[in-house]
Structure formats: C-alpha cells, structure tokens
C-alpha cells in the first residue's frame, strides 16, 4: 500500500473530509467489536489515527501502521500512548509478533493495497487462535463508492474496489465468516474469525 498523492498532500484535511461526506462510521465498528478494554487491537491503514484513538480510550492496547508519514504524524498527535509505524504489513516482520492480536482492522484501506492477498494471509498470521479479522470498506455496486473511486483516481490514486462476493472468496481461504453487513450505505462491513493453521493448509 503506498499512497501517491492524496494523503500525502491532503492529511491535513482527511479527518474534515471524512465528516462532511459521512464516512467516519466509528461508531459503527466499535459497536461491532464489543468490549475491546485489555484486547490487543493492530489498525492497518489506520491513517490519522481517529479510530485508533478512540479504542485506546476504551483500553485496548493499539498497534496503527500506515504507510504515509503526513497521516501517521496526525495520529501522534491525536494519542501517544498508540504504538505507530510508518510502514506497510509486508515490512514489519522483525517488529510484530506471530499470534499477537486479538483483532485486526483494515478501515478504509484495503482497496489502496496492492497486494492484498499477502495483507489477508499476514493478518491470519499475526492474529491470535480465535482471533477477528474486521474489515470495513466500500461497496464498488453503489453509485457513492463509483464516485469515490473516481475521485481517487482524478487523484492518481491507484485502487481497487470490492464486491460483497470478491471481498469473501478473499478472506475465505483464512477466515470463517461470522458477519457481512451490507446495510451501510456505500459501505459493508465483513468480520471473520481466523481458520486453524491445519484447516487452512488442509482445505486450501
């Protein structure tokens, strides 16, 4: 995941322009984790860092990564208690530890990754047994998710929307599905629980 342009030039704005278009759906991923307080939260593409503010406030221990350093100094700002690196998944091998997290969140920003087969398969990985992966993005089938995706690349911004379907057959190899809310808007929201290493290499 490497931003070109946009966050660069636009983190001082990011957190405004999630409001007035009403995107910031925090609530809505609090809400579906439940009581985070003592749980070891890793928040990929976390950007300027709102979301994981608000779950270390709740108690969760926070680990952000984001590859844009203009949006990751806005979330240092915002918290710093959150332990935050300025990086993608693929780079932190020796800094993260296997079977760590409870929960993985990937907001807004799986449809900026450019290998997101390799992010699925390393959060499986740095989850623990029984660890939820949640994964809230855009719905490519609605008219407001086509114009964003626009706007991103009128901001050369490289991309990939989802489909509900194309978004499973990605986590399904790694995750048993226990939600898929479509209910959002432009937005679904997908929560899945991490397979066991032998069911994995069994089945796929």
């Known amino acids: 995941m490497r931003m070109a342009y946009l966050f660069k030039y636009y983190a001082g704005l990011y957190d405004g322009f999630m409001k007035k278009f009403n995107l910031d759906k925090n609530d809505e991923i ?35 990564i984001d590859p844009s350093l203009q949006m990751v100094q806005k979330a240092r700002e915002k918290n710093k208690h959150i332990r ?6 693929e780079e932190l091998e020796d800094e993260l530890q296997e079977e760590y997290f409870d929960y993985i969140i990937i907001r807004d920003a799986l449809h900026h990754m450019r290998r997101v087969d390799e992010v699925i ?6 989850l623990k047994e029984k660890g939820k992966i949640l994964i809230w993005e855009f719905n490519s089938r609605t008219l ?7 706007f ?7 991309c990939h929307f989802f489909t509900p379907e194309s978004l499973q057959l990605l986590c399904t190899p790694y995750f048993r599905e226990e939600e898929l809310q ?14 066991g ?8």
């Open 30 to 64: 609090l809400k579906s984790l439940g009581n985070v307080e003592g749980k070891k939260i890793l928040d990929i593409g976390g950007g300027t860092g709102t979301l994981a503010n608000l779950l270390q406030l709740k108690g969760a221990e926070v680990t952000l």
């Open 84 to 89: 935050i690196y300025a990086k993608v998944l």
């Open 121 to 126: 398969k390393l959060s499986h990985r740095y």
């Open 144 to 150: 407001k998710a086509k114009t964003i995706y626009c």
């Open 152 to 158: 991103e690349r009128l901001c050369f911004e490289r």
């Open 182 to 195: 479509l209910s959002y808007g432009a937005e679904m929201l997908y929560k899945g629980e991490k397979r």
């Open 197 to 204: 290493k032998d069911e994995v290499n069994r089945t796929y």
